[in-house]
């Protein structure tokens, strides 16, 4: 057979020329013994493994290492402080510019600062805000006060100043006679109740000095009576003895 027949470039066999079928043969008898092995697999390279967790896209980081500050922080941690003690009666301070505070406020207050559990000194922290709060609600009130008169004021005067009667033309001599009216009766000027009229604004009032103008006028001509009933002086016998003592007829 010429598969047989050794070829002068088979290998040799103890010095025998071996051929095709024989070489084979002897890979099979071989191979049980471990004379010739089939080559193992490589070695699996494990960087080339796939990693589970990055594929599943479910990173399981591993656990931070201790932070020693963190720990030196807890153990410096304070104990806890006792309870506020909330006082039976607050005893709180005056604040400047101020006399006292007054007893039925308070009283109102402590309730509600109770209700705060505040102590008496978180309690007088208060004050001097309340006492804030207080001043300016009473300088807006009086500011307010203030130019409502100084409207009030202005809205008089030029209503005086529009009357056909004591106005216009007629205003210089309506001065005057008021001012007759108030000399006569010894109200001076800058004084008393002509200064209050004058500081109040209700000297400018049209209705007064409609008045008191008119009054003025009636002493300069002489015509000036207090009402249209007359007395008749009564003679000694009169305020002497009551009208039932009196002769009748």
């Known amino acids: 057979m010429k598969n047989l027949i050794p070829n002068a470039n088979s290998p040799l066999l103890n010095g025998v020329r071996m051929t095709a079928a024989e070489r084979a043969l002897g890979r099979f008898l071989r191979a049980p013994d471990g004379h010739d092995p089939a ?47 909330v006082p039976e009666k607050y005893e709180l301070t005056v604040p400047d510019g101020f006399e006292g505070i007054d007893s039925d406020v308070l009283a109102e207050a402590t309730p509600v600062l109770k209700e705060l559990n505040l102590t008496n000194e978180q309690a007088d922290k208060l004050t001097p805000i309340a006492a804030q709060l207080v001043k300016k609600t009473m300088d807006r009130a009086e500011q307010a006060v203030t130019d409502r008169a100084i409207q009030n004021r202005k809205d008089w005067a030029e209503a005086f100043d529009k009357d056909e009667k004591i106005g216009g033309a007629n205003k210089e ?18 004084e008393g109740l002509r200064l209050l009229l ?46 039932e003592f009196q002769p009748k007829g």
């Not at 001599?173 to 800058?190: N, V």
Request: proline letters at 16%.
């Open 173 to 190: 001599q309506t001065i005057k006679d008021a001012a007759k009216a108030f000399d006569h009766y010894g109200l001076k000027k800058g």
């Open 39 to 85: 080559p193992a697999d490589p070695p699996a390279d494990p960087s080339a493994a796939p990693d589970p967790t990055i594929l599943n896209n479910d990173p399981t980081p591993a656990d931070p290492p201790a932070d020693p500050k963190a720990a030196d922080l807890k153990a410096a941690d304070p104990a806890p402080a006792e309870p506020a003690t």
């Open 198 to 243: 004058d500081e109040s604004g209700l000297g400018n009032h049209p209705d007064l000095i409609r008045f008191v103008s008119a009054v003025g006028r009636d002493l300069a001509e002489g015509t000036h009576d207090r009402g249209s009933h007359v007395t008749t002086p009564k003679t000694p016998e009169g305020a002497l003895y009551g009208p």
